[in-house]
């Protein structure tokens, strides 16, 4: 009795799958062809995303090699930004010393610091003796650090609190949510960084492993660069569900034209039309746009960053960040300030507007960009300037166009300059401007 109930259902499934056999016999041809047009649609789709390849390179290091630092020409109109807690003071003069050290002790920019409650007396006696520049103490006003006008508070905060609990990381930091806010949009026109057209932006905690022997602002402006970077991550899916999509439809329903640096932050879909379109509710895959094509979710680490204030100050960002706010994204998820800038970045400008400073040696958290030292008389070894700036790192070869680091402290072979940790995506957001594509990985990326 028991056996012949288990033989039924089998009985079932045997009938089902000869019947389902005997169907693609006798379609074959069909199937065949079928399966063929959507392996050729398909490849065609992923075509679209293939990023072209420049004849020259579009963003190649501003210098390669030590400079004389030029203390006396004249300087851009620029200031290194840091906000900070009162409490980070510590890790705040560690960044301080480290930025003079190996840059502003020669070319003297101001600092200024934001805060979203009063300076202690602490912090700003310490501080004020850190910096060879003039040093700006700002507190920001409860507009600038808040919840946007409108928004149920409370809802927020039901949100934050679930975040909290789903362990998604800082998601239940009401203050992280109102930081990437604020660096987000509201940042941009601080009347402290109102006399200035570029900022870089600092951190505490933050290491500076090379000298930077020339002005990167200087450099920026006379290379017609906006947004400058280090490193490029891939963000943690959950915290940003939603951002891709918002993003995306307010690039189709302006018609902006698509770059290759977005290209670049897109994973084509390999569902054939028309199931494309349907795929992203189907299986909720997330940080898709409405035709299935998904975010690859890298993005600039904003914690450094040397960019044009005039940009995000501009209309379009401007309304893409309103538009942002009014969803309340920034607090029902936990959407950075990063991702912003970078979606933004790359649907609003050609790939050659951005800059790698692939020179530039930095180390925050756990990520490091390492720079290999340029070789031999690339160091200037007589200096009188760089005398303080001692390297211990290995120098690179003559004939490695990756050996450009000046009087780097880090080792290169051992981090950054194999950028070797699984979440680096700097390669990929760095494609667009490269006219030499090494090794079949960078050539399949391309495709993927
Ligand atoms: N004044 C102030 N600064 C903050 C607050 N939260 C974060 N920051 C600053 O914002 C920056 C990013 O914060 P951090 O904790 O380093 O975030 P992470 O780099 O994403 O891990 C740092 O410069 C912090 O000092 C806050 O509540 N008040
Ligand atoms: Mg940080």
């Given at each position: 009795?028991?056996?012949?109930?288990?033989?039924?259902?089998?009985?079932?499934?045997?009938?089902?799958?000869?019947?389902?056999?005997?169907?693609?016999?006798?379609?074959?041809?069909?199937?065949?062809?079928?399966?063929?047009?959507?392996?050729?649609?398909v490849?065609?789709?992923?075509?679209?995303?293939?990023?072209?390849?420049?004849?020259?390179?579009?963003?190649?290091?501003?210098?390669?090699r030590?400079?004389?630092?030029?203390?006396?020409?004249?300087?851009?109109?620029?200031?290194?930004?840091?906000?900070v807690?009162?409490?980070?003071?510590?890790?705040?003069?560690?960044?301080?010393?480290?930025?003079?050290?190996?840059?502003?002790?020669?070319?003297?920019?101001?600092?200024?610091?934001?805060?979203?409650?009063?300076?202690?007396?602490?912090?700003?006696?310490?501080?004020?003796?850190?910096?060879s520049?003039?040093?700006?103490?700002?507190?920001?006003?409860?507009?600038?650090?808040?919840?946007p006008?409108?928004?149920?508070?409370?809802?927020?905060?039901?949100?934050i609190?679930?975040?909290?609990?789903?362990?998604?990381?800082?998601?239940?930091?009401?203050?992280?949510?109102?930081?990437?806010?604020?660096?987000?949009?509201?940042?941009?026109?601080?009347?402290?960084?109102?006399?200035?057209?570029?900022?870089?932006?600092?951190?505490?905690?933050?290491?500076f492993?090379?000298?930077?022997?020339?002005?990167?602002?200087?450099?920026?402006?006379?290379?017609?660069?906006?947004?400058?970077?280090?490193?490029?991550?891939?963000?943690?899916?959950?915290?940003?569900?939603?951002?891709?999509?918002?993003?995306?439809?307010?690039?189709?329903?302006?018609?902006?034209?698509?770059?290759?640096?977005?290209?670049?932050m897109?994973?084509?879909?390999?569902?054939?039309?028309?199931?494309?379109?349907?795929?992203s509710?189907?299986?909720?895959?997330?940080?898709t746009?409405?035709?299935?094509?998904?975010?690859?979710?890298?993005?600039?680490?904003?914690?450094?960053?040397?960019?044009?204030?005039?940009?995000?100050?501009?209309?379009?960002?401007?309304?893409?960040?309103?538009?942002?706010?009014?969803?309340?994204?920034?607090?029902?998820?936990?959407?950075?300030?990063?991702?912003?800038?970078?979606?933004?970045?790359?649907?609003?400008?050609?790939?050659?507007?951005?800059?790698?400073?692939?020179?530039?040696?930095?180390?925050?958290?756990?990520?490091?960009?390492?720079?290999?030292?340029?070789?031999?008389?690339?160091?200037?070894?007589?200096?009188?300037?760089?005398?303080?700036?001692?390297?211990?790192?290995?120098?690179?070869?003559?004939?490695?166009?990756?050996?450009?680091?000046?009087?780097?402290?880090?080792?290169?072979?051992?981090?950054?300059?194999?950028?070797?940790?699984?979440?680096?995506c700097?390669?990929?957001?760095?494609?667009?401007?490269r006219?030499?594509?090494?090794?079949?990985?960078?050539?399949?990326?391309?495709w993927?």
């Open positions: 009795m028991l056996l012949r109930n288990i033989n039924l259902p089998r009985a079932g499934i045997s009938h089902i799958l000869r019947n389902f056999l005997r169907f693609l016999r006798q379609y074959r041809i069909a199937l065949l062809l079928l399966v063929l047009a959507a392996t050729l649609e490849s065609l789709h992923a075509r679209k995303y293939s990023i072209p390849r420049p004849d020259h390179d579009l963003d190649k290091p501003f210098y390669s030590c400079q004389e630092p030029a203390v006396n020409q004249s300087r851009e109109d620029a200031a290194l930004v840091m906000l807690r009162n409490w980070e003071l510590e890790k705040a003069l560690k960044t301080v010393h480290s930025i003079e050290k190996h840059f502003n002790k020669w070319f003297h920019y101001p600092i200024v610091f934001l805060n979203d409650v009063p300076w202690t007396d602490e912090f700003m006696e310490r501080m004020k003796e850190a910096p520049g003039e040093v700006v103490f700002d507190v920001l006003t409860p507009e600038e650090w808040s919840f006008a409108g928004m149920d508070a409370e809802a927020a905060r039901e949100s609190d679930r975040q909290g609990k789903a362990g998604i990381l800082y998601g239940g930091l009401e203050s992280y949510h109102h930081m990437c806010r604020f660096f987000s949009g509201k940042f941009y026109n601080v009347p402290a960084l109102r006399p200035y057209k570029w900022y870089w932006r600092i951190e505490p905690d933050v290491e492993h090379c000298a930077i022997t020339y002005d990167p602002f200087l450099e920026m402006a006379r290379h017609d660069k906006v947004y400058g970077f280090t490193i490029a991550l891939t963000e943690l899916p959950r915290t940003c569900p939603t951002l891709f999509r918002r993003i995306s439809d307010f690039k189709e329903a302006r018609h902006l034209p698509t770059t290759t640096l977005w290209k670049a897109i994973s084509p879909s390999w569902v054939p039309w028309p199931l494309r379109g349907m795929s509710w189907l299986f909720n895959t997330g940080h746009d409405r035709h299935g094509d998904s975010w690859n979710l890298c993005h600039y680490w904003s914690n450094f960053e040397i960019a044009s204030l005039d940009f995000f100050r501009g209309k379009e960002y401007q309304e893409l960040v309103r538009s942002l706010d009014n969803t309340g994204g920034f607090y029902h998820e936990r959407w950075g300030d990063a991702d912003v800038h970078s979606l933004a970045l790359a649907m609003l400008l050609d790939a050659r507007y951005i800059h790698h400073f692939q020179d530039i040696g930095y180390h925050h958290d756990i990520f490091t960009q390492c720079p290999v030292n340029a070789a031999g008389e690339k160091q200037l070894p007589r200096s009188e300037s760089l005398v303080e700036n001692q390297p211990w790192a290995p120098e690179g070869r003559h004939d490695d166009p990756n050996a450009i680091g000046c009087r780097c402290e880090c080792d290169a072979a051992v981090r950054g300059g194999t950028m070797d940790y699984s979440g680096y700097t390669h990929r957001l760095t494609l667009p401007n006219a030499t594509r090494r090794s079949w990985v960078d050539l399949a990326v391309t993927f």
